[in-house]
């Protein structure tokens, strides 16, 4: 069946294809026109559907982050919570609130990274969607565009498009809760095939054409569908017939990014069907407005959005009982702060838990503005251990920030240094051997034991430090000629990473220990 999908996709969307691969920079939206038939359904009589506008809905997101074969140009997960934060920043008028469901798919393919045809992004979600939630794949190349909706299938975003201030994912979402642009019917000039281009210094034509065979509610199509839409009026007299079929959404015939002047909209003027003038409105987020401009739904988008999660989506609701919210009060840093210095080959951060946080994300970087060279990660503990290697004696920047299924618009701590040396695992003590440290990583009071073997006998400090170099305790031992175990004891040791220290006369020894 599957098969037989694609095949109907690759014929039906050629000229989008086309399209696609002339673009340079990324089109608004590739979402195509045309109004489904449960919303036409809808606006013969919207009072008849159910819509509960004072109950706060949510919503589960599945996130599939791609990127090329190799695994890199992942979006960033930082980037994601912003998006999130905007998302549900836009959608707060409508009392819908996206969450994140499960865990975030990672899918390194090179092909749906950068897809240049909405085929090969159908392909995509057809093979990685999650049931019973709202799909969003965020891409490096979304067939051109800044994403698009495909219905019954998800969401594409283009990485470029998906900035803390943007609002194409909003506007994706729009499309996915059935509606459609302000000017709907004008994305190939007056006629399904551009034969007309719109001419603004003339009246409007009291009708436009536009192709919708292409989003119908089955993807079996054997005939082409074309539809017709009346231009809008000023005076609102067709404004229920017209366009987007929404009175309350001002007549719009910009089909291409422009931006608003300072009273919010179009310098553009147009010409309505009557020759009345009129500038289009900037503030709605599923025009084509740039995105200083937009910020909102109007009433009546807002409320056929909410009755097609009813009524068409309902599986989208099994879960109404959100997470609690994470603190507002970002992570305090414990260790490394100040420039303590770190060894280069096991970087270990800690930082004191935020209430309600599942997840966290450390961000280590040279730089203090955490740019190009910054490196991020992800984990569910107050503390983490770095996979990789740092650069030896460098000043490096660290943050940390935390979030959950529900809580997005999060602040980072404050940022701290540290220097990269060579501090653990060092032995000079030359004539001890043969060092085995365990159980490491051990579990909070449970004693840890020190094997070695020495050639001669000595005193010694066995130290314990935490990560920052300080003495929690220590101790005097003997080392014996041959075969010695030495004992740590520590009373419920906080989760995280610490030094054991033998100190001689001779030299020293280092050996890193971790406490779960």
Request: include cysteine; charged fraction near 15%.
């Amino acid at each position: 069946m599957r098969q037989l999908l694609l095949t109907f996709f690759a014929i039906t969307f050629i000229s989008l294809t086309i399209q696609a691969q002339e673009e340079i920079t990324p089109a608004p939206c590739g979402t195509l026109p045309g109004k489904s038939a449960w919303l036409k359904k809808y606006q013969q009589n919207p009072a008849a559907h159910q819509r509960n506008t004072d109950t706060l809905l949510y919503i589960p997101i599945s996130v599939h982050l791609t990127s090329n074969d190799a695994g890199n140009n992942y979006f960033k997960i930082n980037r994601l919570i912003d998006a999130f934060c905007k998302l549900n920043a836009d959608f707060e008028e409508a009392n819908l609130y996206f969450y994140l469901e499960g865990t975030i798919d990672s899918i390194p393919f090179t092909p749906w990274f950068s897809h240049e045809t909405v085929l090969e992004g159908a392909e995509m979600m057809f093979a990685n969607n999650i049931e019973h939630t709202v799909n969003t794949y965020f891409v490096g190349n979304a067939a051109g565009n800044c994403g698009y909706n495909l219905p019954y299938a998800g969401i594409a975003m283009d990485h470029s498009c998906s900035n803390p201030n943007d609002d194409t994912w909003a506007h994706e979402m729009g499309h996915n809760l059935s509606l459609p642009h302000p000017f709907l019917g004008w994305e190939g000039g007056q006629t399904i095939n551009g034969e007309m281009p719109a001419d603004f210094s003339n009246p409007a034509p009291t009708h436009v054409t536009y192709d919708y065979t292409y989003f119908q509610d089955t993807l079996i199509m054997d005939t082409l569908i074309i539809d017709t839409a009346l231009v809008e009026l000023v005076d609102g007299s067709n404004c229920y017939l017209a366009s987007d079929g929404f009175c309350d959404t001002a007549p719009d015939y910009i089909a291409n990014r422009w931006f608003c002047n300072g009273q919010g909209v179009s310098a553009q003027i147009q010409l309505d069907p009557n020759g009345e003038p009129f500038q289009s409105d900037g503030s709605l987020i599923m025009c084509y407005a740039d995105d200083d401009c937009q910020g909102r739904f109007s009433p009546e988008q807002i409320a056929a959005m909410r009755a097609n999660v009813y009524e068409e989506k309902p599986d989208l609701l099994y879960n109404q009982t959100p997470a609690p919210e994470v603190s507002s009060t970002p992570a305090t840093l414990n260790a490394p702060i100040g420039g303590d210095f770190v060894q280069f080959d096991a970087p270990f951060f800690e930082w004191e838990a935020v209430e309600n946080a599942t997840h966290y994300i450390v961000n280590v970087s040279l730089l203090p503005t955490f740019g190009a060279l910054n490196q991020e990660y992800i984990t569910t503990e107050p503390f983490f251990e770095l996979p990789e290697d740092l650069l030896n004696e460098r000043t490096y920047y660290w943050r940390v920030r935390a979030y959950n299924s529900h809580s997005f618009c999060t602040l980072f701590s404050e940022t701290a240094t540290f220097e990269t040396a060579q501090l653990s695992d060092i032995n000079t003590i030359t004539s001890v051997n043969k060092v085995r440290v365990f159980p490491n990583p051990a579990l909070g009071g449970q004693a840890i034991t020190i094997e070695l073997e020495s050639r001669k006998g000595m005193n010694a400090s066995l130290n314990l430090r935490n990560y920052a170099g300080q003495l929690i305790q220590s101790d005097l031992v003997n080392i014996q000629p041959g075969y010695n175990r030495l004992q740590v004891s520590q009373n419920n040791l906080a989760k995280g990473f610490y030094l054991i220290e033998l100190d001689t006369n001779e030299g020293k020894l280092v050996e890193k220990l971790i406490i779960e």
